[in-house]
């Protein structure tokens, strides 16, 4: 697939229209509140919903890029919280106009899934001025973070944190966000020794390359270097400081290279990073994965260390309906889960819907690579 522009891949084309409530029919698991969304009314052809591999978490509201985590045996996930704004779609994602965070929360996998309040608003950030996209959540001792991305006034993302007793908020936000802290989708890993890392970062609309000397630079490039045969952008990852509020260091540059040790290059579009950024660990090994943006793939890469190289693997999840992939892994039940996202309730690329799958490893380490729709061929 070529480079396309973000706000063109929307639904596919399908013959027949569902009615909206033979779609919520589908939906495997409830939620506390079974109100359909406004916006998922006929906004596009859709497919059947037998055709997608899993089904909606929750209906009642529009979420996307979940981070899962297991805390005392019971499952959280912090997802953006999708709203239908005015801005019209375009290829640097303004038309995600996220304003707060809820968490959803289950006791297992299958079943029923909680919706919690609004546990973060950005009228509640006093350095933030909109666009709360996709972000992440931490545990250290008795205190819960969530890590969230959103454009200060000079319209340049930056990262922040808020803290709070309970994993499902209310969160209060620090005044200030994250000293040295730009771009995009952080993502939070805890090493079995205690040190907690952040991964962060995206291309395009997540501003990664108008980061590159240290300073946002709101006349930088657009999308990327514009260099096809020079190394792609790389993610970034940076040690956090024991009260786990700051970067413990200048964030580094993550490498992902090919099986000959090569970086891979920025007109690699089909495995070269754009966003969502995840960490885990199995069997000793680290495992970082991502989107491939405007290709739409999640992909990964194994390592030795936190900090990389990564050897780019292979494809964890093949295109999604929406423009967006993001996702999470996390073991719970002794087996591996994918958390991701499609737009499988509204037909709309801003209004998405977090959905999870089981994730499986084969002997060697490498990940089955899982195809969203139940149909082969489907994804368009
Ligand atoms: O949800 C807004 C943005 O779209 C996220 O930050 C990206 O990862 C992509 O999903």
Redesign the pocket.
């Known amino acids: 697939m070529t480079k396309s522009l973000r706000a063109r891949r929307a639904a596919p084309l399908l013959t027949a229209l569902l009615s909206t409530a033979a779609l919520l029919s589908g939906c495997q698991q409830s939620a506390t509140n079974d109100a359909a969304p406004n916006a998922a009314a006929g906004k596009e052809a859709r497919r059947d919903a037998s055709e997608y591999l899993s089904q909606p978490l929750v209906k009642d509201i529009y979420t996307?890029?979940p981070s899962a985590h297991v805390w005392d045996g019971k499952i959280y996930v912090y997802p953006?919280h999708?709203i239908d704004g005015p801005t019209p779609e375009d290829d640097l994602?303004a038309h995600?106009e996220?304003r707060d965070y809820r968490i959803l929360s289950m006791d297992k996998i299958g079943g029923p899934v909680t919706v919690g309040p609004v546990a973060l608003d950005v009228k509640d950030v006093p350095w933030a001025d909109k666009?709360m996209?996709?972000p992440d959540a931490a545990k250290k001792g008795d205190t819960y973070y969530l890590y969230f991305?959103a454009k200060d006034k000079e319209g340049a993302f930056r990262i922040g944190v808020a803290t709070s007793k309970s994993p499902t908020g209310p969160f209060k936000a620090q005044p200030q966000p994250i000293k040295g802290s730009f771009s995009?989708?952080p993502a939070v890993f805890t090493d079995t020794d205690g040190q907690s890392y952040m991964y962060f970062g995206?291309i395009w609309?997540?501003q990664l390359q108008r980061n590159l000397g240290g300073k946002y630079d709101a006349n930088g490039s657009k999308t990327d270097l514009g260099q096809d045969d020079k190394p792609a952008i790389a993610p970034r990852v940076a040690k956090m400081s024991g009260d786990m509020l700051e970067f413990a260091e200048t964030p580094r540059e993550i490498q992902i290279v090919d099986d000959k040790g090569k970086p891979l290059l920025g007109g690699d579009h089909d495995r070269r990073f754009f966003?969502?950024s995840w960490m885990h660990k199995y069997k000793g090994k680290y495992y970082f994965s991502y989107?491939t943006g405007d290709t739409h793939y999640l992909v990964y890469g194994i390592g030795d260390s936190p900090y990389g190289p990564f050897t780019y693997k292979g494809r964890i999840l093949e295109p999604v309906e929406g423009w967006?992939?993001?996702h999470s892994i996390v073991e719970w039940g002794g087996k591996w889960w994918l958390f991701y996202?499609d737009s499988q309730l509204s037909g709309q690329t801003r209004l998405?819907n977090v959905k999870v799958t089981e994730l499986k490893y084969n002997p060697d380490g490498t990940i089955q690579t899982i195809n969203p729709f139940v149909k082969k061929g489907a994804a368009d």
């Open positions: 996307a890029d953006s999708d994602g995600f996220m666009q996209w996709a991305p995009i989708d995206g609309g997540g966003e969502a989107s967006t992939t993001h996202a998405r």
